[in-house]
């Protein structure tokens, strides 16, 4: 256990160390790689969804057994975890996430899903888990393969269920830190739609926390001749869909992050009937867990008070379906790990970094059960650097806007470039945490 004595992975900074450990340990990528290559055409081609990744999962625990670590399966429905020790030193976890989408691909790629679920919806790696994955899977392999180059114990962590946000939690109420340890460290990283080859580092928060919340709105159902003798729940919901837009522009302050959005509102059935009730289902984003609690506040005031406006028979139902949390990023650990991505990819190779609106589940692996736990999350781009070049627009922002970007059916990473720079900067940010090893030193 690691809890009883914890090491320090923010001691004097090592980076001078990494050019020299990190040529060491990617001296084994190139043999590494056709099998990464392999793994990634093969999960693209056969996605699971959430909660269902049962042969993404088996893939993982076959190959990392392969490499000597100890390997144990479903932990917290299909999560893998294999562990290598490898002498003293920090625990550094590695995560990466083995969960696809309900969208239909649409990329054209030779290897594009066709995969369907027993109900016949389409499933698609639309957020380029599977480049996350075999990184991961190639990453685990490289570090097994130079352990003269690092000491300490790697825990290695394919999650399942990240876009339900319940595959990390379930994993760690499944035991991941009282059966395998306290990591000292959490590392992560996720494609984005930026050149293939660089990556954004951020302190601090990096992606806001999420809530989703479902508003049940209670009217009067009648014939839609008759709209007199009804409480019309469509012009109520309406309503609250308006009210709602003020809640970021008049009750937060312009310094203070946040999203409303209604993505789904359904009522009703047919033209000439008044239905009884509106369900609508909203995602709120923020940067803070405070400005959360206000919004949600405000969300619930709006609802019964538009409700009450109209006459409705009775209160609305107002439920928080899921929360995620806001992750937040060790300044230190981050530091670290983009000082070493510095150091290994050039300075060249960093873009400042953005706060990003969507959520992630990765921050509840910074909830250690005696102490906080150092997490740092980081993004990569995958996009090819012809696609970027000749998207419309001055400025990245611009570029991004014009460029399939995670959950869209075309989202098609540069295979090569984005499998062998994801191995890359997942290592080095391992080995930037991890102590040096016995031949480290004169290399
Ligand atoms: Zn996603
Ligand atoms: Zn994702």
């Not at 000597?68 to 020790?85: A, I, P, Q, T």
């Not at 066709?114 to 698609?124: I, K």
């Not at 790697?154 to 760690?172: I, N, R, S, W, Y």
Request: glycine letters at 10%; one cysteine or more.
């Amino acid at each position: 256990m690691n809890d009883a004595h914890p090491q320090s992975v923010t001691g004097p900074s090592t980076a001078s160390g990494i050019q020299a450990r990190a040529r060491r340990a990617l001296a084994q990528l190139d043999a590494v790689l056709p099998d990464v290559d392999a793994l990634y055409q093969d999960l693209h081609e056969h996605p699971e969804l959430s909660g269902q990744e049962a042969r993404t999962a088996a893939e993982v625990a076959r190959r990392l057994e392969a490499e000597g670590y100890e390997v144990s399966r479903d932990v917290g429905g299909h999560g893998v975890v294999g562990l290598l020790r490898n002498g003293d030193g920090p625990t550094v976890l590695l995560r990466g996430d083995m969960d696809a989408l309900p969208v239909e691909e649409k990329t054209g790629l030779p290897y594009s899903s066709r995969a369907r679920t027993e109900d016949g919806a389409p499933v698609m790696h639309a957020c380029g888990h599977d480049v996350h994955t075999a990184c991961l899977v190639g990453t685990a392999a490289v570090l097994a393969r130079s352990r003269d180059a690092w000491r300490g114990t790697l825990m290695v962590v394919g999650q399942p269920a990240e876009e339900t946000l319940q595959g990390a939690k379930a994993m760690l109420d499944a035991g991941l830190y009282s059966r395998f340890g306290t990591p000292d460290a959490v590392l992560g990283q996720h494609t984005a739609p930026l050149p293939v080859g660089t990556f954004m580092h951020r302190e601090g928060v990096t992606m806001m926390g999420s809530a989703h919340v479902r508003l049940r709105l209670f009217g009067r159902g009648s014939h839609g001749a008759q709209p007199e003798l009804s409480v019309d729940p469509v012009v109520l919901g309406a309503s609250v869909v308006m009210r709602l837009q003020t809640i970021v522009s008049r009750a937060l302050s312009p310094l203070e992050a946040a999203v409303v959005t209604v993505g789904s509102f359904q009522a009703g059935t047919r033209a000439n009937v008044i239905p009884d009730e509106a369900v609508l289902e909203l995602t709120v984003r923020t940067e803070d867990e405070a400005v959360q609690a206000r919004v949600l506040a405000a969300i619930e005031r709006i609802a019964k008070g538009e409700a009450a406006a109209s006459g409705a028979p009775k209160p609305p139902q107002v439920e928080v379906l899921n929360r995620g949390p806001v992750n937040r990023n060790d300044p230190e650990l981050i530091r670290r790990v983009r000082d070493a991505h510095a150091e290994w990819f050039g300075r060249e190779a960093l873009v400042p970094g953005v706060l990003v609106t969507a959520s992630e589940d990765f921050p509840f692996f910074a909830q250690g059960p005696e102490r906080p736990v150092p997490i740092a999350y980081w993004f990569m781009g995958i996009t090819p650097r012809k696609a970027w070049e000749e998207a419309p627009g001055a400025t990245p922002q611009e570029k991004v806007a014009h460029l399939p970007g995670p959950h869209s059916s075309h989202y098609a990473p540069d295979r090569e470039g984005s499998l062998r720079s994801g191995c890359e900067s997942l290592t080095v940010a391992a080995l930037a945490c991890l102590h040096g090893g016995d031949a480290s030193v004169n290399h």
